[in-house]
């Protein structure tokens, strides 16, 4: 469902103009780019093209150099705030975007429950009652009732990254963002992972994933935007980036890792 703030055909993100530098060298330049409500948009392209960086961005864990960027239908980067009221700003509308790590980055010494409940303790305020509840749903959701009472050390890496899409989902996201999150698995954990973010597309999460995976881009993406040296290079449907790719970088990087 479209949050109310998002006015009638406005995307759910929207980037004018985003660059960003690291010292002299820029790794985003100027990227333009609009995600509709209920999307899956996969990004992909070789290491070092921006993919990741530009995800930092969306929710301003790495503060862009340039440009805008609007999650919905509000500005992240807001350059007029001075800095307490940032922080207000920026953890405000950071409660609209879900985000999950290569490293799954669990508290170690919380159990799984535990793990879940704490963001929407302490960040949104809810009762205990209601976010164990909460959390006890999502755990079902992703195949891990059984390991509630378990903590992270105990789990495999494909049960403590389903664990942190539980996490980031416990905070009732309206995007869920997704950085390599099956790169650190060993091969026979990432279709677990996989399956539960192909189930959250079909309920109509808007996403954008960032992934090596090619065959799940051409299974779930609505559109595949591929990326290299900071900048789009080319973007469409799936059958349309695998099959006919039209730039000569997209054919070669296709070529390399397929």
Not at 94 to 103: A, D, N
Not at 205 to 218: P, S
Request: with cysteine.
């Amino acid at each position: 469902m479209k949050p109310e703030r998002l006015s009638a055909g406005q995307p759910m993100i929207r980037l004018r103009d985003l660059r960003k530098r690291f010292g002299r060298a820029e790794v985003l330049h100027g990227i333009d780019l609009d995600v509709a409500a209920g999307e899956v948009l996969v990004l992909i392209g070789p290491s070092g093209s921006g993919k990741s960086t530009l995800l930092r961005c969306i929710n301003h864990l790495e503060k862009p150099s340039g440009g805008e960027v609007w999650v919905a239908g509000e500005q992240v980067n807001r350059g007029d705030l001075p800095h307490r009221a940032l922080q207000r700003h920026l953890n405000r509308v950071r409660t609209h975007m879900g985000m999950v790590f290569q490293q799954f980055n669990l508290f170690p010494h919380k159990t799984v429950l535990e793990n879940i409940v704490e963001a929407p303790l302490q960040v949104l305020g809810r009762p205990r009652e209601e976010a164990q509840r909460s959390a006890e749903e999502l755990l079902a959701k992703v195949g891990l009732s059984d390991k509630r009472d378990v903590y992270p050390s105990n789990l495999s890496g494909g049960q403590q990254q389903r664990v942190a899409i539980a996490r980031a989902l416990a905070m009732t996201p309206e995007v869920m963002l997704f950085d390599e999150v099956t790169s650190a698995l060993d091969p026979e954990l990432v279709g677990e992972v996989l399956k539960v973010m192909e189930e959250l597309a079909a309920e109509g999460m808007t996403m954008i994933v960032v992934t090596h995976e090619m065959g799940f881009a051409e299974r779930v993406a609505d559109r595949v935007v591929f990326m290299a040296d900071g900048v789009i290079v080319e973007q469409g449907k799936p059958r349309e980036i695998f099959s006919a790719p039209q730039e000569e970088r997209t054919q070669r990087f296709l070529r390399d890792i397929l």
